[in-house]
């Protein structure tokens, strides 16, 4: 019988027994939870906020779920068949919410962890927290989210635009916009997102900066969702899946290159590779072949009187910027002094695998598959749990019974 006792939560932290320490109260902190309490050992959810999925709370309000709900569900609790296929910004807050308090997750509020270290004696790791904590665990799990901290170009002269300049985090739906002139930067998903959500919402004119041309998918074809393709690919060679794609495009997307959106010169899964996720489309093709929003090139600078200049020498100036350019993972204090990054500030591995030198060290929801994040989390958090099974990773306190 499903465990239904409610969620452990505190203002403290709980005493030095050598629990697993989950950092981040996000969907792939919760599930690696799970998954360790499902296998008897005692894991403790840090969360810098007062609930969990915090970041969730804070995206724009039309987002849904660009992978399906059975694929989006977390380990142990499926999402309910009321949510639909494409599950909301506020089912899935309340999805998390049901989660913790299904699985009695012992979460703990508004602590910050702040770094990181390897304890001494080499039997498990010190984490240093708000209000001078210092807490013992016996492993790790650090899952503080892909798109942690906002990214925006150092773009020269952007002090002293005068119009409204907000990165896409702050972003939350159009109706501050109507019936003006908005410059949206940046076409990943987030980007080309709220550019149709801006002119749905009666912006008079919306204008998407794009400095790389981006792959776009429907986000499903005749019933069939652009991520069970993800799923089916993601094993196969990289050049064998930019061909396959390339053929796919050409059969369901329509030509816009003479609205400023060409085909990409290089191929899909390659960009993935690097990093770049397909753009699943929502009704930018729509929007872009009707005019309604118009690609312009990329921001180069911006000039006094609230010019901005593009870097194909066109002169703008919009009534407001909406800077959709990303985040950064922000992992350096917490653990780059332990050698675990890449030069992108990247873990070097994620999943089950612990850096080397730094035993009991994981790492979950830091990679953007095309398969889909929240089914990579899931199934990294029951292989993170079987490796702690598996090494002890320093005794690793048991719950009873």
């Known amino acids: 019988m499903a465990d239904s006792t409610p969620p452990t939560h ?18 792939g902190g919760l599930a690696a939870a799970y998954a360790l309490r499902a296998r008897g050992i005692r894991a403790v959810v840090l969360e810098k906020s007062d609930r969990v999925g915090a970041s969730w709370r804070g995206h724009y309000d039309r987002l849904h779920l660009h992978t399906t709900r059975r694929f989006s569900a977390l380990p142990g609790l499926p999402m309910p068949r009321r949510f639909g296929r494409w599950v909301s910004r506020d089912d899935v807050v309340r999805y998390l919410e049901k989660y913790a308090e299904h699985h009695r ?15 001494p004696d080499g039997t498990g790791w010190l984490l240093r927290a708000t209000g001078g904590r210092e807490l013992t665990g016996a492993a790790v799990v650090v899952a503080t989210g892909f798109n942690h901290t906002p990214r925006v170009p150092d773009w020269p002269g952007r002090d002293t635009y005068p119009g409204d300049f907000l990165h896409a985090a702050a972003y939350r739906n159009g109706e501050p916009y109507a019936g003006r002139d908005v410059l949206v930067v940046g076409v990943g998903n987030t980007g080309a997102e709220i550019a149709v959500d801006l002119v749905e919402s009666g912006a008079s004119r919306v204008r998407l900066a794009v400095r790389t041309v981006p792959h776009i998918l429907r986000r499903s074809t005749a019933g069939w969702a652009a991520q069970y393709s993800g799923i089916l690919v993601r094993r196969l060679p990289v050049r064998l899946v930019d061909r396959m794609s390339r053929v796919q495009a050409r059969l369901t997307m329509p030509d816009l290159s003479a609205h400023g959106l060409p085909r990409p010169d290089t191929g899909l899964y390659s ?6 996720i397909p753009v699943q489309d929502v009704g930018l093709i729509d929007a872009v072949r009707k005019g309604r929003v118009e690609v312009v090139a990329a921001v180069d600078h911006f000039e006094d009187g609230g010019k901005i200049v593009l870097t194909d020498g066109t002169r703008i100036s919009p009534d407001a910027v909406i800077a959709a350019t990303g985040y950064v993972r922000a992992l350096e204090d917490l653990v780059g002094h332990l050698g675990v990054l890449d030069a992108r500030g990247r873990p070097v591995v994620h999943g089950a695998r612990s850096p080397q030198g730094a035993p009991g060290l994981y790492f979950t929801g830091f990679t953007n598959p095309i398969s889909g994040n ?3 989390m899931a199934l990294d958090a029951v292989r993170i749990a079987k490796a702690v099974a598996r090494d002890g990773s320093g005794k690793a306190s048991r719950l009873p019974g």
């Open 10 to 27: 505190s203002s403290a932290p709980p005493p030095p027994d050598r629990p697993v320490y989950v950092i981040g109260g996000g969907p």
């Open 374 to 376: 929240l089914r990579e």
């Open 271 to 276: 960009r993935v590779k690097q990093g770049a």
């Open 105 to 119: 997750l012992e979460i703990v509020t508004g602590v910050e962890v702040s770094r990181v270290e390897r304890l």
